[in-house]
């Protein structure tokens, strides 16, 4: 017998031993907690007056941050959840939250780390910061919010134009170096 494998016409549904495929990305959340929040009912400390059609808005923040420790980022979540009575404008409640996950990440490479980190890792978070926005506006004594899914490819897109926009800016306003 030859030691050579017989070609068996079958070698594009095995597998690659050899070493040469990359490995899948792997994440695993380690811990995920509430770094810091605040909810405000000024609808209770002013009182009601008249009809109240709330008005929400929401802003979102995202940042992450490589740890002291080999492949582990954390990533924070900053909500700002505002609610406008339509009529008269007043105030009617306010929620800041962050909310942050300590990730173990393999096997991404650099060049796809920011993203990754950006959109990903949110994406896990995001329903449990769902969760508390919506128990908290309850417990505060309002209907719960349930907040919409968030398209975090979209909100990296629109980070990095505003990021460039904002360097193209900066790149206008410098002074020309003479020579």
Do not use: W
């Not at 994406?123 to 349930?146: K, Q, S």
């Amino acid at each position: 017998m030859s030691d050579t494998p017989a070609d068996t016409g079958t070698d594009a549904q095995q597998p690659q031993t050899n070493g040469s495929a990359p490995a899948a990305p792997k994440m695993q959340v380690l811990a995920q907690y509430i770094r810091d929040m605040s909810f405000e009912n000024m609808l209770a400390q002013k009182g009601a007056q008249g009809d109240v059609k709330p008005d929400v808005q929401i802003q979102v923040n995202l940042d992450a941050k490589k740890r002291n420790v080999e492949n582990q980022f954390e990533v924070i979540l900053k909500f700002r959840v505002e609610s406008k009575n339509k009529e008269g404008d007043a105030t009617l409640f306010l929620l800041e939250l962050e909310y942050a996950g300590i990730f173990q990440i393999e096997n991404v490479p650099n060049e796809q780390m920011h993203p990754f980190l950006l959109i990903e890792c949110p994406r896990m978070l995001f329903p449990y910061v769902r969760r508390i926005v919506g128990d908290v506006t309850r417990d505060g004594g309002f209907p719960p919010l349930n907040m919409e899914n968030i398209d975090f490819v979209q909100l990296y897109r629109q980070d990095l134009a505003r990021r460039s926009k904002a360097k193209a800016a900066e790149a206008q306003d410098a002074p020309v170096g003479t020579a």
